[in-house]
């Protein structure tokens, strides 16, 4: 099949027989190959975590020179033997002659030919372009190199993927203008050479690679902290194959976006060890196994001159837990509801046979009729027996709709942090409803002081302000989802993230994914008793989630803990 996925061209039968005789042809002519692409680090991918998390606010430096690309253009097969294969013994197992009689005489011989048909499509003569065609195909595939080949394009893909993947937003910069000032680390990234080149003897062999140059350089004073050359290497297919519309632009778009990824993942993600609770909690790991040691992070005193500091160190200051954001209610997955006029179970069994009941082979048919008999009995009983009724379904629904609104899960999440922390740190703590004070002060109520969106939970020191950097809990999704048509069985998730925002520019420190996961229950359960099951899960989802938080932290030292529970060292 062609590996360009994003390029239409020679339809192919749409035949389960066919299709295997051609995949064995293929198969035993040796062309497979990875369709997704691959990348390739020239060195062990991944930075130390003090490292990536120590870069501070990333500038992404500017490059205007192109690439340099080269193509090898081969014999100029326009067909390969594993697509002619299949070509010919589809032709042959979708012979139809238009009247039923005739097509039930010819069907056992089409069955029985159509293996032949595959390997005499196999053993063909291959054809190829003449003089005129190579040239307009070379000039097509130059084009479409000057269109593609661009590195604002990259720099695009790796800032879209630094904020999609590691949840960090790169700040544009000339090369030759970094500030210091704003940034601690510079980005430069390229594209150095773009190559079509046939990587086997097989005519349809040739892949797109791409060689990318990226360092993370210290602003300050240039030194460069990582170098780090990648390379893509596309799926293969026949030379003529990259010539035709769109196929090179595709697939340089997809491994920019690949490349850039990986890029995001393994070099700039702030992303730190997940926080995780309820059923998405692992198996406890082995008492052998070393804790993660405490988490240093840089820029929270004067931008200009950077040094490797905890927030413990901020003095009395106030730790500020914000909720900032709300998710509107929880999202409940429904089954089907009532009667169809064509019963579930009865769709099911044509979804699976893809109209090869009505094949104008007759072999074909009947073999795919007597399978899906006894298929759509068994999917039709299932039906019969597990599906809920209409007025159960409604019920179920209102009652779980009504339960799914009556939550502020980010503030109940930020309540239970501050909870949690109060008795295991001596910094004082505030939990805040609203916005973070970015570039500037929050004023901190009064010990009888009844704000609206902001309360004490500690005073266990005279704050007059926040520390350096607050918390603040982001939720971005909760759902009850599963597995199932009538009755699904479902489990309650939520996830979101916890950042660490430095407070004078807003720029994320630290980003702690969290999730929490329930056990399961059929949609039935969770909404009987006015959905009683449901709203205490839900609680306890929270409660678990931001005590899951609150521990981490304090594990983590990003907030100190209470010296009372220092550990007490005795000597003989």
Request: glycine share 8%.
């Amino acid at each position: 099949m062609n590996l360009l996925t994003n390029h239409t061209h020679r339809p192919f039968p749409a035949t389960v027989f066919a299709g295997l005789s051609g995949a064995l042809i293929l198969w035993t002519a040796g062309c497979a190959s990875d369709p997704a692409g691959k990348v390739a680090f020239s060195a062990a991918p991944g930075l130390p975590d003090q490292v990536r998390l120590n870069l501070g606010a990333i500038g992404i430096a500017e490059d205007a020179a192109p690439p340099a690309y080269a193509f090898e253009t081969g014999a100029g097969v326009v067909e390969s033997s594993g697509e002619r294969s299949t070509r010919y013994a589809g032709a042959t197992i979708n012979s139809d002659t238009g009247i039923p009689e005739a097509n039930l005489l010819i069907s056992p011989i089409t069955l029985v030919a159509t293996p032949f048909a595959a390997l005499a499509g196999a053993l063909a003569p291959d054809r190829k372009m003449d003089a005129g065609q190579m040239l307009g195909a070379q000039l097509d595939l130059t084009a479409a190199f000057d269109r593609s080949a661009s590195q604002e394009q990259f720099r695009t893909e790796v800032v879209r993927a630094a904020k999609d993947i590691g949840g960090r937003d790169l700040i544009g910069i000339g090369q030759a203008r970094g500030d210091p000032g704003r940034v601690q680390t510079i980005l430069q990234t390229r594209i150095e050479k773009v190559s079509l080149e046939r990587i086997a003897k097989s005519e349809k062999s040739f892949a797109l690679k791409i060689k990318t140059q990226n360092r993370l350089v210290r602003a300050s004073d240039g030194v460069v902290l990582v170098d780090r050359p990648m390379e893509y290497c596309s799926g293969t297919d026949l030379f003529i194959e990259w010539t035709r519309a769109t196929a090179l632009e595709s697939v340089m778009q997809t491994g920019m976006r690949k490349m850039a990824r990986d890029l995001a993942s393994e070099l700039l993600s702030l992303y730190d060890t997940p926080v995780l609770a309820g059923a998405a909690k692992p198996a406890a790991r082995s008492l052998s196994t070393p804790a993660a040691p405490p988490l240093k992070l840089a820029g929270l005193t004067r931008p200009a001159n950077p040094r490797l500091i905890q927030v413990s160190e901020s003095g009395s200051a106030a730790l500020g837990i914000f909720a900032t954001s709300h998710v509107a209610q929880v999202s409940v997955q429904s089954p089907s509801e009532g009667a169809s006029q064509v019963p579930l179970g009865v769709e099911k069994t044509e979804s699976m046979l893809d109209g090869l009941d009505k094949h104008p082979n007759y072999g074909i048919s009947f073999m795919a009729i007597a399978v899906a008999v006894p298929v759509s009995i068994w999917n039709q009983g299932v039906e019969a027996v597990m599906r809920v009724s209409p007025e159960t379904a409604r019920q179920s629904s209102d009652n779980l709709r009504r339960a799914a609104q009556a939550e502020y899960l980010e503030e109940q999440v930020a309540f239970e942090v501050a909870h949690s922390l109060a008795p295991q740190t001596a910094q004082p703590l505030l939990l805040v409803s609203g916005p973070l004070p970015i570039g500037g002060d929050l004023k901190l109520p009064g010990p009888n002081s009844d704000s609206a969106g902001r309360q004490f939970v500690s005073r266990r020191s005279s704050a007059t302000r926040l520390a350096d950097a607050a918390i603040q809990i982001r939720l971005t999704e909760a759902a009850l989802r599963g597995e199932g048509d009538y009755n699904p069985r479902l489990s309650l998730g939520v996830k979101g993230e916890a950042d660490l925002v430095r407070l004078s520019d807003g720029v994320k420190l630290c980003t702690f994914p969290m999730e929490y996961r329930s056990e399961s229950h059929r949609y039935t359960k969770w909404a009987a008793n006015d959905a009683s099951l449901f709203r205490k899960e839900l609680k306890r989802g929270y409660s678990e989630l931001g005590k899951a938080l609150a521990n981490h932290l304090v594990a983590r030292g990003i907030v100190p803990p209470e010296r009372s529970k220092s550990p007490l060292l005795a000597t003989k």
